[in-house]
């Protein structure tokens, strides 16, 4: 099965995707961590991508949908894939289209904007392997510190608020657009993004099913 996570910036569309990717055994390709691993290394596509990701704003297509083209090439995505925080504009989607994959179903995390803003200011990431948390909602065993490799957690530059600001700007500008996209191909599934991680996840799965 190959699944898209939609969904604006902190609705969720991560922490859904690990769990879907757990119960069907099909990797989580996440752009964003893509991108973050290529900044920690300090390779070329990093360093192109650093202002463009600093500042909340998208990194330019070309340079995702390159990404994108080689990670789905490899053998773990043979069996079926999640994509997770791409495609995020129509041309993205159309590059995805003109590779030839097919998609099966569009999972739409949604979460109004004031709730996003009140989320992200709790997130916190581990700089040495990437794991993700949040203060409130998703705790690490022990506070502060990475449940995989015990490194200090920090929070991601983006996340801070006005950069959140700025990202939901962007997500309704290019992003939303999607949602009618892949609306008309009736392979959409809208999801209400519930306080509790594990309702949204119930939602989720019960989604993949019709
Ligand atoms: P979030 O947790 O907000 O969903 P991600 O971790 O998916 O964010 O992405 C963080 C940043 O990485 C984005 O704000 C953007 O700069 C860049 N990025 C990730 N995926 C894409 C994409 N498909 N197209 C353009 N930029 C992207
Ligand atoms: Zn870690």
């Known amino acids: 099965m190959n699944i898209i996570f939609l969904g604006a910036p902190g609705a969720g569309k991560g922490t859904q995707a690990e769990k879907v990717s757990e119960k069907l055994s099909i990797p989580t390709v996440s752009t964003g961590n893509i991108i973050r691993e290529a900044l920690r290394t300090g390779t070329e596509m990093g360093l192109k991508a650093k202002s463009y990701i600093e500042a909340g704003k998208l990194v330019p297509d070309e340079v995702v949908i390159g990404i994108i083209k080689d990670r789905l090439a490899q053998d773990d995505c043979k069996n079926g894939f999640i994509l997770d925080g791409f495609p995020r504009t129509i041309p993205q989607a159309e590059a995805l289209?003109?590779?030839g994959i097919v998609i099966d179903k569009v999972i739409d995390i949604e979460v109004a904007d004031d709730k996003i803003a009140a989320r992200m200011s709790g997130r916190r990431v581990c700089p040495s392997c990437?794991?993700?948390?949040?203060?409130?909602?998703?705790?690490p065993e022990k506070?502060?510190?990475?449940?995989?490799?015990?490194?200090e957690l920090v929070q991601r530059k983006d996340d801070a608020p006005e950069t959140v600001l700025e990202r939901l700007k962007v997500y309704h500008e290019e992003t939303e657009p999607l949602k009618d996209y892949y609306a008309k191909t009736g392979k959409l599934r809208i999801?209400?993004?519930?306080?509790?991680?594990?309702?949204?996840?119930?939602?989720?799965?019960?989604a993949l099913e019709d």
Not at 130 to 138: C, V
Not at 144 to 150: A, D, E, I
């Open 97 to 99: 289209d003109a590779m």
């Open 130 to 139: 990437g794991a993700s948390y949040h203060l409130e909602y998703k705790k």
């Open 143 to 151: 506070d502060g510190v990475c449940n995989l490799c015990s490194a």
């Open 191 to 206: 999801v209400e993004g519930q306080e509790n991680v594990a309702d949204t996840t119930a939602l989720t799965f019960k």
